[in-house]
């Protein structure tokens, strides 16, 4: 796997704090070699990233949102393994909510800006199993949750 911190620097991201739960919940549990993340939902350094795709944001801005999603994950990864995020072997799959109206149908396109990111900066090791789906609303009205499933060396 490539060095992750590096490649990061590369792409010039910067990863979020970890995000505390916001109710009655951890953000991630280990079980053997699996790390189970929670849902991270879409926030920038503005705040969060609120709108429903096909009515008020695009494609392009949905994935921008799962961009940030995917930023969260792995800043909740990294926590889970005290900082080095050396131990990350693999993205084992995401799962990616969609806050859209009943019509759009472009949920996998939105997802893909979590996706494509993780490809980018875990390169093979990044390529996962997947799900998109649409939902009529999310917790305080963000475009975007995806939750992943990470395999620890």
């Known amino acids: 796997m490539t060095d992750i911190t590096a490649r990061l620097e590369e792409l010039g991201l910067t990863l979020p704090d970890a995000p505390a739960p916001a109710a009655n919940y951890v953000p991630y549990v280990q079980s053997g070699a699996m790390l189970y993340v929670s849902g991270q939902i879409s926030m920038d350094q503005n705040g969060l990233i609120t709108g429903k795709l096909g009515d008020s944001l695009d494609v392009e801005a949905g994935a921008k949102a799962a961009q940030r999603c995917a930023l969260a994950l792995i800043a909740q990864a990294k926590a889970a393994c005290g900082g080095d995020l050396s131990k ?65 060396a």
Not at 96 to 101: I, K, L, R
Not at 116 to 142: E, T
Request: glycine content about 8%.
């Open 88 to 152: 990350l072997k693999r993205v084992v799959k995401l799962v990616g909510f969609v806050n859209s109206t009943p019509e759009f149908t472009d949920q996998p396109k939105v997802i893909n800006g979590a996706s494509d990111l993780m490809v980018a900066i875990f390169g093979n090791a990044g390529k996962h199993a997947r799900s998109a789906v649409s939902a009529a609303s999310l917790p305080m009205g963000v475009a975007v949750e995806i939750e992943a499933i990470f395999e620890l």
